[in-house]
């Protein structure tokens, strides 16, 4: 039986593998226990990136992306565009148990949320529209991309490993901070922000979203494992490719960071330089707090 073994994305993460370490260790099954973590993340309003208290998009609405995946059976489902539900995560769930498909975006993901008992209320906080206004762009050029601020942290992915060595993954998220309305980001889309599969391992990324799709980086990560490298070697081979596209472009590589697990429990982190990516690990009864190595685009 496989010691229980829970990461999640940043400080908050600490949060989520609180919540979701002692329900491991009762013998709860990792997407579930996965879901509850980030769904307290979804829940703590001084969070101003994921759920309830998210910096809203361009025009002050909070739109909400996120996805789960299970390792074993590869089921999976997201939201993508969700406004007025706090638990996009779960809503996420409910697509992978109740329906045929992967993916619901927009006025039909909340629709289909409220059929399934999902109440709708505002997610905006006093201290969200306080810190979105402080945090508007005073002008964009077109197409350019908005500038997170670098003391919001972000996504919270949570990858788990439960007693019966099943991998389970959640991501939710509010997304970019002043994004356009209808952009959708890495975190709802299966491959991008998350990836899980027993027989590989898996993986999540947070970040400027669209230089994680480029890559289909989650996907990158797990593929990387299954070709035999280690959970901390997957995740450099990821950065070190958003850093060559960045390159590839002529742009400055973005602020992205992945993490991952393979089937045993060993975990990895990586980020871009600048990052400053922290993530919290339990295992046992113990967590803590570690800081991903930073690579620049020369690969060092
Ligand atoms: C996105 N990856 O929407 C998300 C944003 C984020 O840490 O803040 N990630 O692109």
New binding site residues.
Partial sequence: MPDPVVIATWPFGETAVKTSLPLLSKGQPSLAAALAGAQAVEDDPRVN?VGYGGIPNAIGTVSL?ACVMDGKTLACGGVAGLENIRHAAAVARMVMEKTPHILLVGAGAQQFAMKQGFPLESLLTPESLTEWEKTKPAKKKRGEISV?PPDSH??VTVLALDQKGNLGGVCT?S??AHKLPGRV???PLIGS?LYVDNTAGAAG?????EE?IRIGGSFFVVEQMRAGKSPQEACELAVKRVNSTAVRRGVHPARVAFLAMDPKGQIGAACTVGTNFQYAVGKGAKSELLKAPELGPEGK
């Fill in positions: 990136s992306d997170i972000d996504t998220t997304g970019l980001g890495d975190s922000g990324a947070t970040g400027v979203g994680i």
